[in-house]
């Protein structure tokens, strides 16, 4: 189990952080923490992409050492918003890497996409405790990237909220005894809308999902249910459970974020109100815990909870991705590559809606599997399935 090694890293007050992807949705819900908590912890390093303003006001704000953006083209405007701060500025997907790799004592993978596969790697190899919020690092090199913790006795603590669940009520002393992992899953804002619906709905509409608060990418993917197959994959690295033994129940409410069933017939759930800064706060206090600001759960108000199996036909992404991890190697790399691609031109209003799983399922027929030997096979792969999807989208031809 990737998650679980022999020692566990004592914390140090204060802990030192780094936040790569201070300035999206699970970065600033960790900085939310931190400034509810400033004896407890100091900033080493932030990074965005290309928000420069909001990372700017963030590093001041924290006294962080360093604030880098991943495009080069923002590098002048970061150094002039820090200037006579004292704050070091830098730039480009290295400069993100490098910053990972500083000392700290913990440190947060926010980024989305496989962008942030590097930097998260790259605090892999300094042995770091790492929370990780960036599913898709695990999704596109699981094993490679599981074998990298082992090797350099790092620690993974899962953010997501569902596999933050599972590590809060499994038994790591009795892996063995575990029955299945029962990931669940909201059905997000078209839960209950037909394929000639999906068919009609706007970006506005996939953004707006009804529990959750995130970015615009993993909303689209809760919208299609991409997400749950990516936590499907996630999941299987993570807890090292085989496919077959992962089950993904619809749960509207978001109330129990998933469940572990052992083989005496117990089945533990975690519950909680659908924020962030809950599972965010159980990795940052790891292995203690720390009060948040999060509204209590009241079951009585909520009053009922409700199951239901998840719909592989109306949700194909579903399908896709258990079928890429049952074919494993590349399949996973390029199910993500090319989801990527499809959700930025849905979000860009170059794709329709279902287009998503289309796109996907064609890019995953045009290669099948691989092996995955090395990180530069992942890199090989990756592009392969961009540029496939790219030339599918030119296809499909849609103006924006
Ligand atoms: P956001 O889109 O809100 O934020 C993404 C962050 O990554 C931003 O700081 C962004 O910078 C930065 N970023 C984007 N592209 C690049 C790049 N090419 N190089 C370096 N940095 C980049 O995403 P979320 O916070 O919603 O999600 C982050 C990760 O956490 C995802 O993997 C998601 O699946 C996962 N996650 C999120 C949850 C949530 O509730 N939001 C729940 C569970 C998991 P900039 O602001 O400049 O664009």
Known sequence: MSLATPSIKTATQPRRLSILGSTGSIGCSTLDLVARNPEAFEIEALTANRSVSRLAVQAKRFGARQAVVADESCYADLKE??????????????????????????????????????????????????????????????????????????????????????????????????????????????????????????????VAHPNWDM???????SASMMNKGLELIEAHYLFDMAEDRIDILVHPQSVIHSLVAYVDGSVLAQLGQPDMRTPIAYALAWPERMATPVERLDLAAIGRLDFEPPDEERFPALRLARAALRAGGTAPTTLNAANEEAVAAFLDERLDFIGIAAVVEETLEAHPSRPLASLEEVASADAAARGTARRLLEQRGREP
Do not use: Y
């Open 215 to 221: 970015g615009a990418k993993i909303s689209v993917d």
């Open 81 to 206: 918003a820090l200037s006579g701060t004292g704050i070091e500025v830098a730039a480009g997907p290295a400069a993100v890497a490098e910053a990972a790799a500083r000392p700290a004592d913990w440190v947060m993978a926010a980024i989305v996409g496989a962008a942030g596969l590097q930097p998260t790697l790259a605090a892999v190899r300094q042995g770091s405790v790492i929370g990780l919020a960036n599913k898709e690092t695990l999704v596109c090199a699981g094993a490679l990237m599981t074998a990298e913790v082992a090797a350099h006795s790092a620690q993974l603590l899962p953010v997501d909220s569902e596999h933050n669940a599972i590590f809060q009520v499994l038994d790591l002393d009795q892996p063995d005894k575990v029955d299945r992992l029962i990931l669940t899953a909201s059905g997000g804002p078209f839960r209950t809308f037909s394929r000639d619906e999906m068919a009609a709905v706007t970006p506005a509409q996939a």
